[in-house]
């Protein structure tokens, strides 16, 4: 009778526990998006972030709240011997935080540490050649997320991208689109949308716009955005939020529908940044 009674009183608290865990989250992360913006922080991030003098401010004031809680939850992590300075953290979460502006709530929340790297570094690759032969070999990247809980990130490259904003290339955008893209476990080109019936429509624009890349790539013609997004329709929805953050203009000049819908979905006009 007792391990029974001790048994429901663990369920009962289990149960309590995830019901009431969203609500302390939820209160937290109002706290600190009500704190005051460091005035040092605020320098790093006008240093950092080339259209942060553009926004209004009211989006000034939300990007601010989230860098906060950016912060506050996730862990950066030096490798190669590389310190994680305040600089550096706040330059990624910046640019991070300007994809959470459409206000849904979520701080890519399967994302729990950030690796950053001096430069590009190597992995190891394993490619089939053949029916019964793999090739491993040594490969440099400069970004990649992760579906479980870790994103990685060449500080070079952060730095580079932040210099030459318009070029359409950004590793910050790029990896945390995908984050956006995993939130449901996988990595496909659909991030979780706000109605069900906002899927189809989804669908209609990134199958035409994806495929409208691969002839363009195949025929050598030139485009808005960049080759990589013809990889897959992964790779493309990460290029697109690049290409939508960075060459709004361009982008809505030759792929209205496409710009239509990611404004649908980030609930931003960057095109007004500029």
Same mark, same amino acid.
């Given at each position: 009778?007792?391990?029974?009674?001790?048994?429901?009183?663990?369920?009962?608290?289990?149960?309590? !526990?995830?019901?009431?865990? &969203?609500?302390?989250?939820?209160?937290?992360r109002t706290?600190?998006?009500?704190?005051?913006?460091?005035?040092?922080?605020?320098?790093?991030?006008?240093?950092?972030l &080339?259209?942060?003098?553009?926004?209004?401010?009211?989006?000034?004031?939300?990007?601010?709240?989230?860098?906060?809680?950016?912060?506050?939850?996730?862990?950066?992590i030096?490798?190669?011997g590389?310190?994680?300075?305040?600089e550096?953290?706040?330059?990624?979460a910046?640019?991070?935080?300007?994809?959470?502006?459409?206000?849904?709530?979520q701080?890519?929340?399967?994302?729990?540490s950030?690796?950053?790297?001096?430069n590009?570094y190597?992995?190891?690759?394993?490619?089939?050649?053949?029916?019964?032969?793999?090739?491993?070999?040594?490969?440099?990247?400069?970004?990649?997320?992760?579906?479980? @809980?870790?994103?990685?990130? %060449?500080?070079?490259?952060?730095k580079?991208d932040i210099?030459?904003?318009? @070029? !359409?290339?950004?590793?910050?955008?790029?990896?945390?689109?995908?984050?956006?893209?995993?939130e449901?476990g996988?990595?496909? !080109?659909?991030p979780?949308?706000?109605k069900?019936?906002?899927?189809?429509?989804?669908?209609?624009?990134?199958?035409?716009?994806?495929?409208?890349?691969?002839?363009?790539?195949l025929?050598d013609?030139?485009?808005v955005m960049?080759?990589?997004g013809?990889t897959?329709p992964?790779?493309?929805?990460?290029?697109?939020?690049?290409?939508?953050?960075?060459?709004p203009?361009q982008?809505?000049?030759?792929?209205p529908?496409l710009?239509?819908?990611?404004? %649908?979905?980030?609930?931003?006009?960057p !095109?007004?940044?500029?």
């Amino acid at each position: 009778m007792i391990q029974t009674i001790v048994v429901f009183l663990i369920i009962g608290l289990i149960i309590t !526990g995830i019901l009431v865990n &969203p609500i302390v989250v939820k209160r937290r992360r109002t706290r600190l998006k009500h704190r005051p913006f460091p005035p040092l922080w605020n320098a790093i991030v006008e240093n950092n972030l &080339p259209i942060y003098l553009y926004l209004s401010p009211d989006e000034i004031r939300r990007l601010q709240g989230h860098i906060q809680v950016f912060l506050a939850e996730k862990q950066f992590i030096g490798c190669k011997g590389l310190q994680v300075t305040e600089e550096i953290k706040l330059s990624i979460a910046s640019v991070a935080c300007l994809l959470l502006l459409n206000e849904r709530g979520q701080y890519f929340p399967r994302l729990r540490s950030i690796l950053v790297y001096p430069n590009a570094y190597f992995v190891k690759e394993t490619t089939s050649i053949g029916k019964y032969v793999v090739e491993e070999r040594r490969v440099a990247r400069l970004g990649e997320s992760w579906t479980s @809980d870790q994103l990685v990130l %060449s500080w070079e490259q952060v730095k580079q991208d932040i210099n030459n904003w318009k @070029d !359409g290339r950004n590793v910050v955008l790029h990896e945390f689109a995908h984050q956006l893209d995993q939130e449901d476990g996988k990595a496909e !080109g659909v991030p979780i949308l706000q109605k069900n019936s906002d899927y189809p429509i989804w669908a209609k624009v990134m199958t035409e716009a994806y495929q409208q890349l691969c002839n363009d790539v195949l025929q050598d013609v030139k485009t808005v955005m960049d080759s990589y997004g013809a990889t897959n329709p992964a790779e493309f929805f990460a290029v697109a939020t690049e290409t939508f953050f960075e060459k709004p203009h361009q982008l809505l000049s030759k792929h209205p529908a496409l710009y239509e819908q990611l404004q %649908s979905y980030y609930q931003l006009d960057p !095109g007004q940044w500029s």
